[in-house]
């Protein structure tokens, strides 16, 4: 009984848990594997195919591969043979005139595209016009660069005909580096992030507007709930709703205000030249300004979350208490202090924790105002990673990269929710309540 | 410390809840505000402890007018309903909180914990926190936490409305000796005229923002001043019959029935309507009046068995004896009553 029962349960639950799978495991999943692959845009996500480009020929001559290997695999040539004549036949060239290619050139082949033609030109019933005769030719030419191989094995195959003395590894090397799809390249990754400079930076940054914008948050955000909560019932109300307009107002109508309030011509900018102050474009002018502009962007959208919890929390207290600490002597920063505070222990962990971890992921506002500007000065590790993965501006978007940027933000995520469970004991906490009467 | 109101006013909005009340309470008494809800006992306790501010009137503590000074400076000790124990802190530091946001000494707040706490009788739990005691132990650290501050004025909010049966007995008589043992003046708000008969030294019955009557407990249930009264306190309670007097020293019940009136009471004029009212405690022991009925209802409660007695024309009288199962449902009975303890209530409602 008890297991038909657990079955039928997980049949309930299946739909959901396919769900779950396909909208919340499978990204992490790929993620994962995209991180450790050069998946970019030039890569495809699909396989690929093998290669020869001249860019490649350069980067094989700098990485110390024969000259002369090198040299002959840049050189085209043309010969007459059955598969070249076959090619020719299917690209609609005149039979006629490949009959007298058959019969007079078959076997012979030429350098260049120059003493082709003028073999071409010494038969009889070769096209009157020159660029039909040039068309005539290209069948016939047998180069391996910019020609794709379906696999490996045929990209081999060419590179030891057109340079039959090179050695085996040499020619393996080369169509291994000829491969133009994805391939796995372990810690590459990461390996890079580590050795560029730039990366210290972000980290710094990252941190700087973590823990600034998680202190405005959580201060302004008591700061709110304690004084709506001793305002008069009917001022509360309006100062609630007021406070939380960030958090309403959508992401890019916000951004777009504080760009009115901070751009060159804006409202600040206005009120600092009145007034004689610096008017510059405060979001994009200086970097103190910018960092404030962030700080202040996300701050107040995170304030009001902490005002709602807080507020919450706070009429959760008996009122009596309150009262009872009244009498007792107290007077109100010390209700404050030590009747209060302490009882919002809870929410102000959640709420730090909890802002920690969507603040670490969070670049939609930064994107919209500064940017990550001046510079790179405020560009924070979730804004590099969808820069790097999704909004590249040379058009190359490294998915690989990126995705291996944001499972190193999924992981420190991980690490710090597991050292928040910890440190605050939440399940002490959560699996005590208390109902006081 | 005597506290007194004089032309007490509390309004909340528009609604006046208590109009221009007057009460002393003298020093080291301890006075029961009884009512049933609803009558602005309650209001009257937060008034007096600050948490309200008055509308009218004045509050005195022995000389001094506190009308206008905060409740954090007035110095009394309050005992909540629900205790309001705080809960993050222990029975020791909710206990010292008085004392510690006061600025006292660590040596001075161990001590005067230790002793309140032994006063109470809670010594042992002094590292809990509230959350770990019963619901009796919340009540005594909550007493404690009222009184280590040495107050003028101790306050309690219906401190045993929170306990069970078994409990509330045991805390009556505890917060009864620890008032006595301080000597401390002592205003307690309750609902139940048990408690304050047996808790406090003078009662001052209630209703609606309106103080009825002061007496100690014996002189308010022996000599109700209106019907009110004389319907709040006791249990069972009194049965109120409505008639005329006859003018020959009787009283006609509505429904036929003639009963004898109180001797003070003979000599009042023929068909004046009022009320007679019987407590259950008068019909059955003892009387020279002969009553006859058909039990109608009884309800054994150990030591004492409780009687309906319908009589012939279906006026109900209760008697309330030592436990006898001797009669049973639907037996004829003929009862003594007491005429001299019979309570009489004018139309008004006041006791004649």
Not at chain 1, 402 to 410: E, F, P, Q, S, Y
Request: proline share 5%; net charge negative; charged share 20%.
């Amino acid at each position: 009984m008890r297991t038909r029962t657990s079955l039928l349960g997980l049949a309930f639950v299946s739909p959901a848990l396919a769900l779950l799978f396909a909208f919340f495991l499978m990204p992490v999943v790929l993620t994962t594997v995209f991180a450790f692959t050069n998946m970019s845009t030039s890569t495809g996500i699909t396989g690929g195919s093998h290669v020869i480009t001249g860019n490649l020929l350069r980067d094989l001559g700098n990485a110390g591969v024969d000259d002369d290997i090198v040299a002959a695999l840049s050189e085209g040539s043309f010969s007459v043979t059955p598969e070249t004549l076959a090619a020719a036949a299917e690209a609609g060239v005149e039979p006629r005139f490949l009959g007298e290619i058959e019969s007079s050139l078959m076997g012979q082949s030429f350098e260049d595209a120059r003493s082709f033609e003028s073999a071409l030109k010494a038969l009889p019933s070769r096209p009157t016009r020159i660029r039909d005769l040039k068309l005539a030719t290209e069948p016939f030419e047998r180069s391996i660069l910019n020609t794709r191989y379906s696999s490996r094995a045929a990209m081999e195959t060419a590179i030891a005909s057109m340079v039959p003395d090179a050695p085996v590894d040499t020619v393996s090397a080369i169509a291994e580096a000829s491969y133009t799809g994805w391939r796995w390249i372990d810690g590459g990754n990461f390996q890079t992030l580590l050795d560029r400079p730039e990366t210290i930076r972000i980290v710094l940054n990252t941190v700087f507007y973590v823990a600034a914008t998680l202190a405005f948050n959580v201060f302004v955000g008591l700061f709110l709930a304690i004084t709506t909560f001793y305002l008069p019932k009917t001022g509360a109300g309006f100062f609630s709703v007021l406070w939380l307009l960030p958090r309403i107002t959508p992401v890019v109508l916000y951004a777009v205000m504080w760009k009115w309030f901070t751009w060159d011509n804006g409202f600040l900018y206005v009120i600092a030249e009145q007034l004689g102050l610096p008017a510059f474009n405060y979001m994009k002018g200086s970097v103190p300004t910018a960092w404030a502009t962030i700080i202040l962007v996300n701050g107040f959208v995170g304030a009001s979350f902490g005002m709602i919890l807080f507020s919450g929390a706070l009429r959760a207290i008996p009122v009596q208490q309150l009262w009872a600490s009244e009498v007792d002597g107290a007077s109100r920063w010390q209700q404050i202090r030590r009747i209060i505070l302490p009882q919002l222990r809870w929410p102000i962990l959640f709420v730090t924790s909890y802002q920690t971890l969507s603040l670490l992921s969070s670049y939609e506002q930064i994107w919209l105002t500064t940017n990550g500007g001046p510079g790179s000065t405020t560009t924070v590790w979730a804004l590099e990673a969808f820069n790097t993965a999704l909004n590249n501006y040379t058009g190359n978007l490294e998915y690989g990269m990126g995705a291996a940027m944001a499972l190193i933000l999924v992981a420190v995520g991980l690490i710090l929710s597991i050292l928040y469970l910890r440190m605050f004991r939440f399940d002490e906490l959560v699996n005590k309540p208390r109902i006081e009467f | 410390m005597q506290v007194t109101l004089k032309n007490f006013t509390k309004t909340f909005d528009d609604t006046t809840v208590i109009d221009s009340m007057n009460l002393a309470v003298n020093d080291g008494e301890m006075l029961a505000l009884l009512g049933p809800s609803g009558c602005g006992k309650s209001t009257t306790l937060f008034a007096i402890c600050g948490i309200h501010r008055i509308n009218g009137g004045q509050i005195l503590f022995g000389d001094r007018d506190v009308s206008d000074v905060p409740s954090q400076k007035r110095n009394v000790g309050v005992v909540f309903q629900n205790y309001a124990l705080y809960p993050h802190l222990t029975v020791f530091e909710n206990i010292a909180f008085p004392l510690s946001v006061r600025g006292d000494s660590k040596p001075d707040i161990e001590r005067e914990v230790r002793a309140i706490a032994a006063l109470t009788h809670i010594e042992e739990l002094l590292a809990r926190r509230p959350a770990q005691l019963s619901g009796g132990q919340q009540q005594r650290v909550a007493l404690a936490r009222a009184l280590v501050r040495k107050p003028d004025v101790l306050l309690l909010d219906e401190p045993l409305a929170n306990l069970d049966a078994k409990l509330r007995l045991e805390m009556r008589s505890e917060i009864r000796r620890i008032q006595l043992e301080t000597g401390i003046t002592a205003i307690l708000v309750t609902h139940d005229q048990v408690e304050a008969m047996s808790m406090c030294d003078r009662i001052a019955i209630m209703n609606k923002g309106e103080i009825l009557q002061i007496a100690t407990p014996t002189d308010m249930y022996r000599a109700p001043v209106n019907k009110f009264v004389a319907g709040f306190l006791g249990n069972p309670p009194i049965v109120m019959l409505e008639g005329r007097t006859s003018g020959d020293g009787r009283f006609l019940v509505k429904e036929g029935t003639s009963l004898p009136l109180p001797a003070r009471l003979a000599g009042m004029p023929g068909d004046t309507p009022l009320s007679l009212g019987v407590r259950p405690e008068h019909f059955g022991a003892a009387g020279a009046n002969r009553v006859e009925g058909t039990i109608s209802f009884v309800e054994p409660q150990g030591r004492e068995t409780l009687f309906d007695v319908t009589l012939d024309d279906g006026v109900v009288l209760r008697s309330i004896q030592p436990a006898r199962d001797d009669v049973v449902f639907g037996q004829k009975v003929v009862w003594p009553l007491d005429a001299e303890k019979l309570l009489a209530f004018d139309v008004s409602g006041r006791a004649v």
